[in-house]
């Protein structure tokens, strides 16, 4: 067997346990579940027995109540890893993420979301893209799910691609944090970035991927994410979807007033071409009817309208630059 064959390899699994908040207990323990037949599956075809990382936002102590939770409801992830947690009390979603780097003993790294279901082979094709000891990241493919009007719209307009007949929008996304893969000793000596930001520190990390010119792999490692519902919680992730927005911009871009302004106008602007196109083109994908599509539109461009309001509440200092952290007000998916 070659030296760098992934079955020859150690790999660690970290999946972060803030999203499991915002889901019911049935459907975090089916992701467990899954990811345990498939662990099982690689096991059992030679590969090594790996370490699975429960990364949590709650003090240390809390870490065997979670772990015997696990057990008691998918015995069979113990039968197949070596599971441990860590806690990071309030820990925020990449410090999870970085608190569970520091934690692993594998070869490669690989995280997953609480919320995300993944599908046949997803466990196989991460760690075939990262055979190659050049690859340093590879990133799976995400998609929204969807059950109602809102998360159709969502699956739509949001970032991520659809399941299928997306090729554009899966070329050009970036690194899904919640599907993907990395050399181990690269990931420890650049983690997350953290800031204030809800979801900018993905970004952040690829364009340190980018400075260093690393070969990074889009495989296809299909998980499905849970649909995003509720319309306080939608509401706040709009208006932060535009601070974060912001806060790229001001960080990776320009400083100034000025040239955020534009940024902001220019984001809405794309967005929203983004959102009517993909809707009138492929609301057939997600079921939807064509009566329903002058709804849906309204909705996906209402989205970016508050993204826009939050993009520019930032940049005139209407809102205090704190860690964003979902509200216990809103409603979650």
């Not at 991927?209 to 889009?218: K, P």
Request: some cysteine.
């Amino acid at each position: 067997m070659p030296a760098n064959d992934s079955s020859s390899r150690t790999y660690s699994v970290i999946m972060e346990m803030e999203n499991c908040r915002t889901i019911c207990w049935a459907e975090l323990r089916e992701v467990v579940m899954v990811l345990a037949e498939q662990i099982g599956d690689h096991v059992r075809a030679g590969g090594k027995r790996p370490e699975v990382i429960l990364a949590h936002p709650g003090p240390e102590s809390e870490s065997a109540d979670l772990m015997a939770a696990i057990f008691e409801e998918v015995p069979q992830l113990g039968e197949v890893a070596c599971v441990s947690a860590v806690g990071v009390p309030e820990g925020r979603y990449y410090e999870l993420k970085n608190a569970g780097i520091s934690k692993a003993a594998g070869e490669l790294i690989l995280f997953l979301d609480s919320d995300t279901l993944v599908e046949p082979q997803w466990l196989a094709t991460l760690l075939n893209a990262l055979e190659n000891p050049e690859v340093i990241a590879a990133s799976g493919h995400t998609y929204l799910n969807y059950n109602d009007l809102i998360s159709r719209m969502l699956a739509l307009a949001w970032v991520f691609p659809l399941r299928d007949r997306d090729g554009k929008a899966s070329r050009k996304r970036a690194l899904n944090v919640n599907n993907c893969g990395f050399q181990a000793d690269w990931i420890r000596v650049h983690p997350f970035p953290i800031d204030n930001g809800f979801k900018v520190s993905c970004t952040k990390l690829m364009k340190v991927m980018e400075a260093a010119s690393i070969q990074f792999a889009r495989a296809p490692a299909y998980a499905k994410h849970a649909p995003l519902t509720g319309w306080r919680f939608l509401v706040w992730r709009a208006l932060v979807t535009g601070r974060d927005a912001d806060r790229k911009c001001e960080d990776l871009k320009s400083r100034s007033k000025i040239r955020r302004f534009r940024a902001a106008v220019q984001f809405c602007l794309k967005m929203e071409r983004r959102t009517i196109t993909r809707i009138f083109g492929k609301y057939r994908q997600v079921a939807l009817k064509a009566y329903q599509v002058p709804l849906v539109l309204l909705l996906g461009c209402l989205f970016y309208l508050l993204a826009f309001i939050g993009q520019l509440g930032r940049l005139l200092g209407l809102v205090a630059d704190i860690p964003e952290t979902v509200p216990a007000y809103a409603e979650h998916h």
